[in-house]
């Protein structure tokens, strides 16, 4: 099964007064990258929530949001001294400002509010309540990972689905280069008679064993039995990493650029227009591969 490395995943949780809501994305990534931004107070969860990311998804770039608020019946309360002294400390500051010939703007209610130790309900208490809510809270990290996989795995499955099809272009492509084997030969003989004949001036005296000869050494330097041979074998790789278990994104990438190699190889030996058309409809195939395959864990 294979798995896409574009997905979102997202769950919610309430507990003691608190309401959370985890946000999870992942796109593409050479290798397993893990970010995640969690309120202050909650960086212990931290490695717990990394063990149990890299357990369930191996390749990408993972963003992870925790957002935290309380219920509307544990609203904050003021602390009336933790205020009193922090005005103390402002007013200090606009005087030595206005002294200075810079005066400040006056403080807002919001920027009061935020203050360290105003609000008793507020996020200072971080660690109370992360004690209370913080195996919940982990469960729903788990809760929005499985949704997570559970998309990447609905992408895989269409990724999975336009691999095989552009697969089958390929393998198609092979058949119909194999199929055209006399009909370029023949071709080749005829322009190699034709152009003798201009050079002798007469095609009845030409040597025709000298003609086979040349002919000959055309098919051998023009054979692209082995290419085609090559891409068959790597149909069949590619077709057992579609059905594999695991990461095979990067296997995927790596055999792609094989297919290429080949294909340039054939057009460069092609020297006939169909054979040439045939060798292009398989790069159009292989590219349609490479760009998916960016996809894939």
Not at 65 to 91: C, G, M, P, T, Y
Not at 104 to 117: D, K, N, W, Y
Not at 178 to 194: G, N, S, V
Request: glycine fraction near 8%; aromatic fraction near 4%; charge should be negative.
């Amino acid at each position: 099964m294979l798995y896409s490395m574009t997905a979102y995943g997202g769950a919610q949780g309430t507990l003691s007064g608190w309401s959370w809501d985890w946000e999870l994305r992942t796109v593409n990534g050479r290798g397993l990258d893990v970010k995640l931004r969690l309120p202050e107070g909650f960086a212990a969860l931290e490695p717990a929530l990394r063990k149990v990311a890299s357990a369930r998804v191996s390749r990408g770039n993972l963003s992870a949001i925790l957002r935290l608020s309380r219920a509307q019946d544990n609203a904050d309360a003021v602390d009336s001294a933790a205020l009193a002294a922090h005005f103390s400390r402002v007013r200090a500051v606009q005087t030595a400002a206005e002294a200075s010939g810079t005066p400040l703007a006056p403080m807002r209610v919001s920027e009061a509010l935020a203050l360290p130790g105003v609000l008793t309900g507020g996020m200072d208490g971080a660690a109370a309540v992360r004690d209370a809510t913080g195996d919940a809270i982990a469960e729903s990290f788990a809760e929005a990972l499985d949704a997570l996989v559970a998309m990447r795995a609905r992408e895989g499955a269409g990724l999975a689905q336009v691999l095989s099809m552009a697969i089958d272009r390929i393998e198609a492509a092979c058949a119909s280069a194999e199929a055209l084997a006399p009909e370029r030969a023949a071709y080749q003989q005829r322009i190699l008679q034709d152009a003798l004949a201009r050079t002798t001036g007469a095609a009845g005296a030409v040597d025709t064993d000298r003609i086979a000869q040349e002919i000959a050494l055309i098919a051998v330097r023009g054979d692209v039995t082995e290419e085609l041979e090559r891409l068959r074998i790597h149909i069949a790789a590619a077709r057992e990493l579609l059905s594999a278990e695991g990461p095979v994104g990067r296997k995927l990438d790596f055999l792609t650029q094989e297919f290429n190699r080949e294909a340039n190889t054939l057009c460069s030996k092609a020297q006939y227009g169909p054979l040439t058309q045939i060798g292009l409809d398989l790069k159009a195939a292989i590219d349609q591969i490479r760009e998916q395959v960016q996809n894939v864990e």
